[in-house]
């Protein structure tokens, strides 16, 4: 009784291992083309939430801190994707260190 378990677990544990390894994307991702968007704002930030594209619908090309971004109110985005914008340069605004940067696959 005690071998069929022993067999049990030892598949699961070897299922287990060979589907964690087939699950990993273990590729490297390639840096962006034409490196990270700029920075135009020098303002402190604390969290991601308060930098934003330096236009709205995430069409910006550089980064800001949302004190000095556009006032997005009542704009209807497209869903456009022109070359060199945040969103499809496939880039998001995020706070690192203190001031607001860009996080691109």
Do not use: K, N, W
């Not at 930098?51 to 985005?77: F, N, R, Y």
């Amino acid at each position: 009784m005690r071998r069929p378990q022993l067999v049990r677990l030892l598949s699961l544990v070897v299922g287990m291992t060979l589907g964690g390894l087939a699950g990993c994307d273990v590729g490297v991702l390639e840096p962006p083309v034409g490196g990270q968007p700029p920075v135009l704002s020098e303002r402190t930030c604390y969290v991601d939430d308060e930098c934003v594209a330096d236009a709205c619908c995430g069409l910006g090309t550089a980064v800001t801190h949302e004190a000095d971004g556009p006032s997005c109110g009542g704009v209807t985005c497209t869903g456009g994707c022109p070359a060199g914008s945040i969103d499809c340069g496939r880039c998001i605004p995020i706070c690192r260190d203190s001031r607001c940067s860009a996080a691109c696959q």
